[in-house]
């Protein structure tokens, strides 16, 4: 079992930055492959960004490619999500995600076997 809180959400000016946090608790970070989704009102979860279990491999939607950054902390069971030239699409509630040893790493969130509660990013324009 695994045990997420994200944090670092809020209202930005578009063009700024946030940086998201995951804090994990429960055994084995390392053997977890994570990913962050977001969620905008009356559309479907969508995949923005994932990371392997040894953190070697990084995965990101189209949309946020070279403005995204996904990285992981195993000495601190930690994944963040920097988040740069931020635009008011990005506006969601973020959730962070845990998958147990994948094969591949997935973009399909029905894929992750635990969920955080979700962190709020606002872009105002």
């Known amino acids: 079992q695994v045990q997420l809180v994200e944090s670092g959400g809020g209202l930005v000016q578009a063009g700024g930055s946030l940086r998201l946090s995951c804090a994990t608790s429960?055994?084995?970070?390392?053997?977890?492959?994570m990913g962050w989704f977001r969620q905008a009102p009356g559309k479907e979860r969508e995949f923005v960004a994932a990371i392997s279990w040894s953190g070697g491999d990084t995965y990101y939607t189209d949309s946020v490619k070279g403005r995204f950054t996904i990285s992981r902390d195993d000495a601190r069971n930690m994944v963040f999500l920097q988040m740069n030239s931020l635009e008011p699409e990005d506006t969601a509630v973020y959730y962070c995600a845990a998958d147990y040893l994948p094969w591949t790493v997935p973009r399909d969130p029905a894929k992750y076997d635990f969920w955080g509660q979700g962190t709020q990013v606002t872009v105002s324009s």
């Open positions: 429960g055994r084995a970070f390392g053997n977890y492959a």
